[in-house]
T-cell receptor
Framework: AQSVTQLGSHVSVSEGALVLLRCNYS??????LFWYVQYPNQGLQLLLK??????LVKGINGFEAEFKKSETSFHLTKPSAHMSDAAEYFC?????????????FGKGTHLIIQP | SAVISQKPSRDICQRGTSLTIQCQVD?????MFWYRQQPGQSLTLIAT?????????ESGFVIDKFPISRPNLTFSTLTVSNMSPEDSSIYLC??????????FGPGTRLTVT
């Protein structure tokens, strides 16, 4: 069975500093991986996805993530945090079972931006 | 990105009643799913909505409690039956495109009293 672990339920960074949100997955086959953002009282927005093309994936709002098979990781980064980045971030995995499966989500990381 | 709408956006229901949530997706979507997000928690997959046949439920979710229909490619309903306060959650519909991107509707916030 697949699973996702997000290290750190809360991450606090200063405005302008590097953002690093960690995600490790467990899957029997190389998975598809996703990062979503959820702003307060809003739905989920897809930030980026990995589907076995380039291992470094660029997403919206300046975020990117690198797939590292040897480390079973898919960490999300942004070079310079902005106050508007404050939100809940979810990592999710799909293990490609015939392409018909839904997503398994991590518990989420709440990103706090300090002025 | 795919456009996904849900209604109602929120509801307050009494214990023992049922609520049906509707989801409409655009033509980019091939697969449809239903998720639950309990207060302050992550998302959990309830089921895959299959067109014209019974939904495929995840462990811990049963058809009698969460009947799902998908009569055509772009529409699905989820019913939460015989509700109890523990069913108070946000219920989200999602649609997946051929490029494996999965988009979510705005959710239905359900409160059971």
């Amino acid at each position: 069975a697949q699973s996702v672990t997000q290290l750190g339920s809360h991450v606090s960074v200063s405005e302008g500093a590097l953002v690093l949100l960690r995600c490790n997955y467990s899957s029997s086959v190389p998975p598809y991986l996703f990062w979503y953002v959820q702003y307060p009282n809003q739905g989920l927005q897809l930030l980026l996805k990995y589907t076995s093309a380039a291992t470094l994936v660029k997403g919206i709002n300046g975020f990117e993530a690198e797939f590292k098979k040897s480390e079973t990781s898919f960490h999300l980064t942004k070079p310079s945090a902005h106050m508007s980045d404050a939100a809940e971030y979810f990592c999710a995995v799909s293990d490609r079972r015939g392409g018909a499966d839904g997503l398994t989500f991590g518990k989420g990381t709440h990103l706090i931006i300090q002025p | 990105s795919a456009v996904i709408s849900q209604k109602p956006s929120r509801d307050i229901c009494q214990r023992g009643t049922s609520l049906t949530i509707q989801c409409q997706v655009d033509s980019q979507v091939t697969m449809m799913f239903w998720y639950r997000q309990q207060p302050g928690q992550s998302l959990t997959l309830i089921a895959t909505a299959n067109q014209g046949s019974e939904a495929t439920y995840e462990s811990g979710f049963v058809i009698d409690k969460f009947p799902i229909s998908r009569p055509n490619l772009t529409f699905s309903t989820l019913t939460v039956s015989n509700m109890s306060p523990e069913d108070s959650s946000i219920y989200l519909c999602s649609g997946r495109t051929v490029t494996y991107e999965q988009y979510f509707g705005p959710g239905t916030r359900l409160t059971v009293t």
